[in-house]
């Protein structure tokens, strides 16, 4: 009499295949899969800039309008700003010693200085050139130590690890008397 044997599962052999298909797979998708996340934190870096400029617009406006327009300048706190900030409470209503760094800061919906010593509430690193009462462009980065993720306005980052692409180095000034992104080489 012959004894049958029914033996269930796979070979070690099969389970070695699969792990190494799977291996090769991940080996694929992994890398294409954080060229997207990189691409869309430069993105989003670029809207962000975009925001940066409507309210440095916005608060441009409110000062001419109050009759104390902004001096020509790179306002902010990052990308070698030279003017750090002024104090804009006189054209922004519902303020009280409002900076434009924070008043931008509070527009893009993040935390903002409480104006002591302890100034490292600001989250968001930005620079807005301004000139003839308005802004010219605008350079954002979600933190200091993120600069490497970098967008701006109206000249906007391309991804930065292609060999075309450039990432943002901060703001430049024409010779027009204008302001304008400069771009990394």
């Given at each position: 009499?012959?004894?049958?044997?029914?033996?269930?599962?796979?070979?070690?052999?099969?389970?070695?295949?699969?792990?190494?298909?799977?291996?090769?797979?991940?080996?694929?998708?992994?890398?294409?899969?954080?060229?997207?996340?990189?691409?869309?934190?430069?993105?989003?870096?670029?809207s962000s800039a975009k925001s940066v400029y409507t309210a440095a617009n916005n608060v441009c406006q409110k000062c001419d309008n109050a009759g104390e327009p902004l001096a020509a300048?790179?306002?902010?706190?990052?990308?070698?700003?030279?003017?750090?900030?002024?104090?804009?409470?006189?054209?922004?209503?519902?303020?009280?010693?409002?900076?434009?760094?924070?008043?931008?800061?509070?527009?893009?919906?993040?935390?903002?200085?409480?104006?002591?010593?302890?100034?490292?509430?600001?989250?968001?690193?930005?620079?807005?050139?301004?000139?003839?009462?308005?802004?010219?462009?605008?350079?954002?980065?979600?933190?200091?130590?993120?600069?490497?993720?970098?967008?701006?306005?109206?000249?906007?980052?391309?991804?930065?690890s292609s060999k075309a692409g450039k990432g943002i180095k901060g703001i430049k000034s024409e010779s027009d008397g204008t302001y304008s992104v400069e771009m990394s080489e």
């Amino acid at each position: 009499m012959k004894k049958s044997t029914n033996k269930k599962g796979f070979t070690l052999v099969e389970l070695i295949v699969v792990i190494a298909i799977i291996g090769v797979l991940a080996a694929i998708l992994v890398p294409s899969m954080m060229g997207y996340v990189k691409s869309s934190k430069i993105s989003s870096a670029n809207s962000s800039a975009k925001s940066v400029y409507t309210a440095a617009n916005n608060v441009c406006q409110k000062c001419d309008n109050a009759g104390e327009p902004l001096a020509a300048g790179i306002y902010g706190n990052a990308f070698g700003a030279t003017v750090k900030d002024v104090d804009v409470s006189n054209c922004v209503s519902d303020t009280d010693g409002q900076t434009f760094t924070n008043f931008i800061a509070k527009e893009l919906g993040q935390k903002v200085s409480n104006g002591t010593s302890d100034d490292t509430n600001i989250t968001v690193q930005f620079a807005v050139g301004i000139s003839d009462g308005g802004p010219t462009c605008a350079v954002y980065a979600s933190t200091s130590k993120d600069l490497k993720y970098t967008g701006g306005y109206p000249t906007a980052a391309k991804d930065i690890s292609s060999k075309a692409g450039k990432g943002i180095k901060g703001i430049k000034s024409e010779s027009d008397g204008t302001y304008s992104v400069e771009m990394s080489e």
